[in-house]
C-alpha cells in the first residue's frame, strides 16, 4: 500500500487495526494538537475585535445603562419640588421670600404638583426628618456594596458571567416596581436596598462579559468605552424623569428597560469563554471561539484546541488529549477571595485596588453633589453631568493604549487632585467663586477618567478564575466610597475641597505600586500568572 493510500481516510490503517482512529495505545490522541489560550487564538485565528465582539460588546455593556437607571432615578425620586403658599395665606403664616418651609406655618402652603411628585413631599422629609433622604442613598450604595461581593463571586463560579447578569436584570425589575407600590417610608427604604444589592452586580458582570471576549490590543480602549453606556444611561433617565413627573411612575419606567433586556436582548448575549474554560466546559468555549472566528470571516482550524494558560506554558513540543479532553469536558478550576490574598502577586494588587478604588469613589460622587445643587433646571443639570462626562471617557480612551494604564491611573488622580486643593485655597480666601466652579468641574473631569481606567485596569490585574471577585471588592470599596462622599461634603467651607485633594493625590500614589498591563495577556489561572512573573512577561 502507497503512502497517500495509508493516509486515505476510507482506507484503513493497517498498522493499527484493534485502535480507533486517531488513538494510541494509551488512549492519547497521537495527532498533533496546537493548544492555544484564549488571547493568542484571538490574535492569531478568530480575531481580536471583528463584528462578533462589536455586536457582543454593545449588547453586553447595555447593561450598564440599566445600572445608570437605578442609581440615579434617586436624584429625581427624592427631589425637594418647588412650593407655593395657599390663596390667602400671603403675608400670614406663609412668606414667598421665604428660604424653607420649615419657616411657614402649618397648612398656609402646598408643594407645587402635589405630594405624588417626590418621596420628599409625600413622606414629609422635611426640616428635622431630611437627613433621611441622605439616609436612602447612603443605604443604596451600602446594598450595592454587598450586592457587588455577591455577585461577584457567583459571576465567577456557578452562575456564571450571563448567569449573574440575567439574575440582577430580574431582581431589578422586581424591586424597582415594588418600590413604586411602597406604602411608607421603611419599605421604600428596605426595597431600595435590595434594589441596590441587585444593582451592584449589574456593571461589573457587564463589564467582563463585554471585554472578556476582546483581544488584548483592543480590550483597552474597549473598556473605556463601556462607561458611554452609563453616561448616556444617565441622560435618558433625564428625559424619561421630564415625562413621568410622578415618583412613582418613574419607578415603574426606569424599571422596565430591564425587563425589555432581560427577554428581548440576553438571548442573543453569548457566555465568556473564558468562565467556560475555567469551569471545564471545553466543548462549549470552543464552540464560542468558533463562532467568533465564523462572523468575523475568520477559520479556526480544526487541530487548534483551548487551553489554560499554564497548561500552554508547561505543554511540552508533544501534545497528547486525555479522555476528559476527548469528551469535551475538563476539571474545574476554582477560585475566591481566599485565593487573591494567599497569592503574593495578587494579595499586594488587591489592596492596591481596594484603596484606589475608594479614594477615586469619595471624590467623584463628592464632586458631583455640587452638580446637583447649582439651583439650575434639574432635569438639565443632570443631562449637562452626564454629557460633560463623556469628553474625559474619550480623551482617556485615545491615550489608554498610548501612555499605558499606570501612567495615565497616576496623571488623572493627580490631574483631580491638584484643581481641588487649588479650589480648597480659594474657597479659605472666599473670593473667585467662578474659579472654585471650574476647579470642582475639572476635578470632576479627571476623576472620571479615572474612574473609568479603574475597571478596565481592574481586569487585567487578576487571572479570570478569580477576576469578578476580585472586582467585586474593587467595587465595593468604591461603594464605601461613596456611601462617605455625602458626610464629607457637609462639612463645609474648604474642607470639602481639601479632602477630595488628599484622596486624589494619594489615590495617584498608590498607582505607582501597580504593575503595568498594556498590550499583557489575560491569564487564566493563579499558577499562570505565577509562571508569566517569573518568565518576565509582566512588569
Not at 485596569?457 to 464605601?480: H, K
Request: hydrophobic share 45%.
Amino acid at each position: 500500500m502507497t503512502e497517500a493510500a495509508s493516509r486515505d481516510p476510507n482506507v484503513p490503517d493497517l498498522q493499527t487495526p484493534f485502535l480507533p482512529r486517531g488513538k494510541d495505545a494509551d488512549g492519547g490522541d497521537y495527532r498533533k494538537h496546537e493548544k492555544l489560550c484564549i488571547d493568542d487564538m484571538l490574535q492569531k485565528y478568530c480575531g481580536e475585535f471583528g463584528f462578533w465582539q462589536l455586536r457582543h460588546f454593545i449588547l453586553a455593556s447595555l447593561a450598564w445603562a440599566l445600572e445608570a437607571f437605578h442609581t440615579m432615578v434617586m436624584i429625581f425620586a427624592d427631589r425637594e419640588p418647588g412650593w407655593r403658599c395657599l390663596d390667602g395665606a400671603a403675608g400670614s403664616g406663609c412668606y414667598p421670600e421665604a428660604k424653607s418651609v420649615c419657616e411657614l406655618e402649618p397648612g398656609s402652603w402646598e408643594w407645587i404638583g402635589g405630594p405624588g411628585t417626590s418621596t420628599v413631599a409625600e413622606f414629609g422629609l422635611v426640616c428635622g426628618q431630611k437627613y433621611k433622604v441622605g439616609l436612602v442613598q447612603a443605604l443604596f450604595f451600602g446594598g450595592c456594596m454587598i450586592g457587588a461581593g455577591v455577585f461577584g463571586h457567583l459571576s465567577d463560579s456557578r452562575l456564571g458571567r450571563k448567569g449573574s447578569l440575567i439574575v440582577v436584570c430580574i431582581l431589578n425589575g422586581i424591586f424597582g416596581c415594588l418600590t413604586a407600590l411602597s406604602p411608607g417610608y421603611r419599605t421604600y427604604v428596605l426595597l431600595r436596598v435590595l434594589t441596590g444589592f441587585s444593582t451592584g452586580g449589574a456593571g461589573l458582570c457587564s463589564f467582563v462579559l463585554s471585554t472578556e471576549p476582546i483581544g488584548p490590543t483592543k480590550r483597552g480602549i474597549a473598556g473605556m468605552s463601556t462607561f458611554y453606556f452609563f453616561s448616556g444611561g444617565i441622560a435618558v433617565l433625564s428625559g424619561i424623569a421630564y415625562i413621568f413627573q410622578s415618583w412613582r411612575n418613574l419607578y415603574i419606567a426606569s424599571s422596565i428597560p430591564s425587563v425589555v433586556f432581560l427577554a428581548i436582548l440576553c438571548p442573543f448575549v453569548s457566555e465568556s469563554p473564558r468562565w467556560c474554560l475555567i469551569r471545564g466546559k471545553l466543548s462549549k468555549a470552543m464552540k464560542i471561539m468558533t463562532n467568533v472566528a465564523k462572523s468575523n470571516g475568520k477559520h479556526l482550524p480544526d487541530g487548534v484546541i483551548l487551553a489554560l494558560d499554564d497548561d500552554v506554558n508547561n505543554h511540552e513540543s508533544k501534545v497528547r488529549s486525555d479522555a476528559k479532553t476527548d469528551s469535551g469536558s475538563k476539571e474545574a478550576v476554582t477560585g475566591s477571595v481566599v485565593d487573591v490574598v494567599r497569592f503574593p502577586v495578587t494579595r499586594v494588587r488587591l489592596f492596591l485596588a481596594v484603596a484606589i478604588n475608594f479614594t477615586c469613589s469619595v471624590v467623584y460622587y463628592g464632586l458631583s453633589l455640587n452638580v446637583v445643587n447649582l439651583g439650575t433646571n434639574l432635569y438639565l443639570g443632570v443631562l449637562l453631568n452626564a454629557v460633560a462626562e463623556l469628553p474625559a471617557y474619550f480623551l482617556t480612551a485615545i491615550l489608554l493604549d498610548r501612555f499605558g494604564r499606570k501612567p495615565l491611573a497616576i496623571g488623572t488622580q493627580w490631574f483631580s487632585g491638584l484643581f481641588c486643593v487649588i479650589g480648597c485655597l480659594f474657597k479659605w480666601f472666599g473670593t473667585l467663586e467662578v474659579v472654585q466652579m471650574i476647579c470642582g468641574v475639572l476635578g470632576i473631569f479627571g476623576m472620571a477618567g479615572t474612574y473609568n481606567l479603574l475597571f478596565i485596569y481592574t481586569v487585567e490585574l487578576f487571572p479570570t478564575v478569580v477576576r469578578n471577585a476580585a472586582l467585586g471588592c474593587a467595587t465595593q470599596a468604591a461603594q464605601m466610597g461613596a456611601i462617605l462622599s455625602p458626610f464629607v461634603v457637609v462639612l463645609g467651607g474648604g474642607l470639602p475641597f481639601a479632602v477630595f485633594g488628599a484622596c486624589g493625590i494619594l489615590g495617584g500614589v498608590l498607582a505607582y505600586g501597580l504593575p503595568e498591563t498594556l498590550n499583557k495577556p489575560l491569564y487564566d489561572t493563579m499558577t499562570g500568572m505565577e509562571d508569566g512573573e517569573r518568565e518576565g512577561t509582566v512588569v
